[in-house]
């Protein structure tokens, strides 16, 4: 090249990116018609790897570069226009590379299934993938004492996710519903897929010895993912797992009910103390046989508490109220609640104090409970003997079940431990209850559940026989009026024939042996006519006493604490 110069060293960063450049000119060079330097990147090689062997930092001397330009200098450069041409040429295949990768890519789409798609990325995920940049939610089925909500909304959203890449299944059908319940088994993968991220869930299922004992199975479901999209799955996809589940329970509603204990066997692990059953009880306000006013008044009553949540939140108080059905056996109590919770589409627990013998297992049984149900406890007045408040004695030394537990569990601190509850006390004997079980604020309304009236025997009429207006009707209207007859009792005179003369006359019958009964019962000693006209002097005071009841029971009523 003719130059002189002092010799100096350039330091290059990366040996490889030099040697690329080389490689690169090379391909350019030959591809627009030149003659290609065969000798230039072996002498730079060479010479550059000599120079790595003897110093950290591979360099190329002054002298060098110049042997470099000169071994350029004869070489026949290509010409512009063929460069850019041969760049033409390499740009356009890339682009039919990729045109072609992308329409393979559509292809698989239409003709491979998305759960199998989804299982070859998973698998391919797991090879190249780093183990360590996978995070894993275990969502347990209880938490403490109450029901993990994301657990129940989990189980429910999964069933809409079940594809034929699961091989085993749980299915079941409760008696009188029409669809199966499908969930995945233990050990099962689901794979899904939120905005772009795979998610893997998959159920665990472990047997575990509790207190008594007995053997209990404790569930999980675990919820995998890449760690980068931790914020998104929990600010974004749990909440749409909730949202998703609670819509597809709006849509298939089944009244549950609950009792103490496992149903399919064993105990509960983890908090769980209640077991559940559908409750297919067909009873309506529709079809109750009681008083109009009074079913009207329920009605108004239990719709206004549904839309008060704000309400109760304004005024301090727990969102719950508290309903006393009392009345003699067999004036539909137990039909009454069944029909609440069909009304509201409210779960039922039903609670038997007898099974309790500490106040801390009644605490743990109410935080154990949804919100939207009701809480029944029947027959209160003869469930157990209470410690009485200041009494300072046991009436019963196998139970530390104690009147004060009671009433924390209606209206004290424990009682706030949830939202939108009811709880429904029923008695035969009102007046056998402590009167500090009664006070509002813990039984809000008073119901009582009386004998037969006139319009609750046209309600059985049209339910058990299907007439609305027959010649018999006033008759035996007059009798119910005479003698004190429950809507059981007449039910069970219409169900003895299919049709309606032939039982009308067997009900007025059996409503004059029960007049005729209840004269000799009184000690009257009058003589009733086969028509059954002798009225008793003491039904007249009767019904001052039932007046003054009703009066008393409408006040109730009316208050909304």
């Known amino acids: 090249m003719g130059l002189t110069c002092q010799k100096q060293e350039f330091y290059i960063c990366d040996l490889y990116s030099f040697c690329a450049v080389c490689s690169i000119f090379d391909f350019v060079a030959v591809n627009a018609g030149g003659t290609a330097p065969k000798k230039l990147c072996p002498t730079v090689w060479f010479y550059v790897n000599k120079q790595a062997f003897n110093t950290k930092k591979p360099t190329i001397s002054f002298y060098s570069f110049i042997q470099i330009q000169s071994m350029f200098s004869q070489v026949r450069m290509p010409a512009t226009s063929s460069v850019f041409s041969a760049y033409t040429t390499f740009v356009a295949s890339a682009m039919l590379v990729k045109t072609m990768l992308h329409e393979v890519q559509t ?17 391919i995920g797991r090879l190249l993938g780093d183990p360590s940049s996978q995070m894993t939610l275990v969502i347990d089925e209880y938490n403490g004492y109450t029901m993990n909500q994301i657990f129940e909304a989990s189980q429910i959203y999964l069933q809409t996710k079940i594809s034929p890449a699961v091989s085993r299944l749980r299915v079941s059908r409760s008696p009188r519903e029409k669809n199966l319940l499908v969930t995945i088994s233990n050990g099962e993968k689901v794979i899904d ?77 983890g908090g769980g103390a209640w077991g559940s059953i559908n409750l297919d009880h067909p009873s309506t306000f529709e079809t109750l046989a009681m008083d109009l006013k009074l079913k009207e008044d329920l009605i108004k009553d239990l719709d206004r508490f ?19 059905l009392y009345g003699p056996p067999g004036t539909g109590k137990t039909s009454l609640i069944a029909a609440m919770a069909n009304y509201l589409k409210f779960d039922v627990y039903d609670l038997e104090l007898t099974s309790l013998q500490r106040n801390s297992q009644l605490r743990k049984l109410l935080v154990s409970t949804k919100n939207r149900s009701i809480l029944v406890i029947e027959d209160i007045d003869c469930s157990t003997e209470l410690q009485d408040r200041q009494a300072g004695r046991y009436n019963q030394p196998t139970t530390q079940l104690t009147l004060s537990g009671l009433l924390n569990f209606i209206d004290g601190l424990w009682s706030s431990c949830g939202d939108e509850r009811i709880i429904v006390f029923t008695t035969n ?10 006070r509002p ?68 019958e059996f409503l004059k042996r029960a007049k005729i009964a209840e004269n000799k019962s009184n000690g009257e000693g009058k003589e009733v006519d086969e028509q059954g006209t002798e009225r008793r002097d003491v039904v007249e005071s009767e019904k001052v006493v039932e ?15």
């Open 107 to 123: 292809l698989a789409k239409q003709l491979v299934p998305q759960q199998l798609q989804d299982k070859i990325l998973s698998g």
């Open 193 to 269: 897929v939120f905005e772009g991220i795979q998610l893997k869930w998959e159920m665990v299922s472990s047997t575990e010895k509790v207190m008594g004992g007995d053997k209990g199975e404790r569930r999980s479901i675990e919820l995998s993912f890449l760690k980068k999209n931790m914020e998104k799955v929990l600010s974004s996809y749990l909440p749409y797992v909730v949202e998703r589940s609670e819509s597809i329970k709006e849509e298939n509603k089944v009244v549950k009910l609950y009792s103490l204990g496992n149903f399919q066997g064993g105990a509960m692990v």
């Open 306 to 324: 549904v839309r008060r949540r704000k309400f109760y939140k304004r005024v301090g108080k727990a969102w719950k109220r508290g309903y006393l």
């Open 429 to 438: 004997h009102k007046d056998r209850i402590d009167p500090a079980l009664l």
């Open 441 to 508: 604020g813990r039984m809000d309304m008073h119901i009582h559940m009386s004998y037969c009236t006139p319009y609750g025997f046209k309600t059985l009429a049209s339910n058990y026989l299907g007439v609305s207006n027959h010649r018999l009707f006033t008759e035996i209207e007059r009798l119910i009026t005479e003698v004190e007859v429950t809507p059981a009792e007449i039910a069970e005179e219409l169900m003895k024939s299919e049709e309606a003369d032939v039982a009308l006359e067997g009900l007025i």
């Open 547 to 561: 007046t003054k009841r009703q009066k008393e029971d409408s006040e109730w009523r009316t208050r909304d604490f």
